[in-house]
């Protein structure tokens, strides 16, 4: 059971360059959900999912796409990355965080450090 | 949406002392409150939760308090040690939205 796995850790892309962050995880969880962490900002998210074929825009969005053809996976893809997405990246899921399921603990992956120049 | 006020951004407390950490959130009907700590290059942890059903809940030296009337809740760590120094983040889950929102962050620092 590794639980959220993320890859990769680090990576640095030139401005408009096109990459896909991966997260994985192997608790059958319903929920993912991706957020990013700038300095004072605490964690913000870009992306979420209840569960395989459906996805959903956080507070975040623009610039990033993601999808979830399965309940394991769910990849971020910056589609022309501009320094301003340079940041610090978590992925995290979670059992469930609908009705009686709201409140699940959520687990995070280890993070990616994006720099874009 | 939500919006998830912490206070404050720094705390700097002496060994054996004690340490609060105030949120506040905007939604009524936010309905569970986890508090999570991030010590540097990590990602971050929870450390206790409570739902909106519970005014309180304490897990050893840690505490954690709700108001929902007034929509804040609290974190308290008693006994501080050095390895309570990190980031904490306070949370706020919307079940309507299925977002977690957090908060900005209180970098608590335990003097020896």
């Known amino acids: 059971n590794a639980g959220v796995t993320q890859t990769p850790k680090f990576q640095v892309l030139k401005t408009g360059q096109s990459m896909t962050l991966q997260c994985a995880q192997d608790m059958n969880h319903e929920y993912m959900s991706w957020y990013r962490q700038d300095p004072g900002m605490g964690l913000r998210l870009i992306h979420y999912?209840?569960?395989?074929?459906?996805?959903d825009q956080g507070e975040v969005p623009n610039g990033y796409n993601v999808s979830r053809s399965t309940t394991e996976d769910f990849p971020l893809r910056l589609l022309s990355a501009a320094p301003s997405q340079t940041s610090v990246y978590f992925c995290?899921?979670?059992?469930?965080?609908?009705?009686?399921?709201?409140?699940?603990?959520?687990?995070f992956g280890e993070g990616s450090w994006l720099t874009v120049v | 949406g939500e919006n998830v006020e912490q206070h404050p951004s720094t705390l700097s407390v002496q060994e054996g002392d004690s340490a609060v950490i105030k949120c506040t959130y905007s939604?009524?009907?936010?309905?569970?409150f986890p508090w999570y700590k991030q010590e540097l290059g990590k990602r971050p942890q929870l450390i206790i939760d409570?739902?909106?059903?519970?005014g309180e809940k304490k897990d050893q030296r840690i505490a954690v308090t709700l108001n929902k009337t007034a929509k804040h809740f609290s974190l308290h760590i008693t006994e501080t040690q050095p390895e309570d120094s990190a980031v904490y983040f306070c949370?706020?889950?919307?079940?309507?939205?299925?977002?977690?929102?957090f908060g900005t962050g209180t970098r608590l620092q335990v003097t020896l």
């Open positions: 995290a899921s979670s059992y469930s965080m609908t009705g009686k399921y709201s409140g699940n603990t959520i687990y």
């Open positions: 949370a706020a889950y919307t079940g309507t939205a299925s977002k977690l929102t």
């Open positions: 999912s209840v569960g395989a074929g459906i996805t």
């Open positions: 409570i739902r909106s059903n519970v």
């Open positions: 939604d009524s009907t936010s309905n569970y």
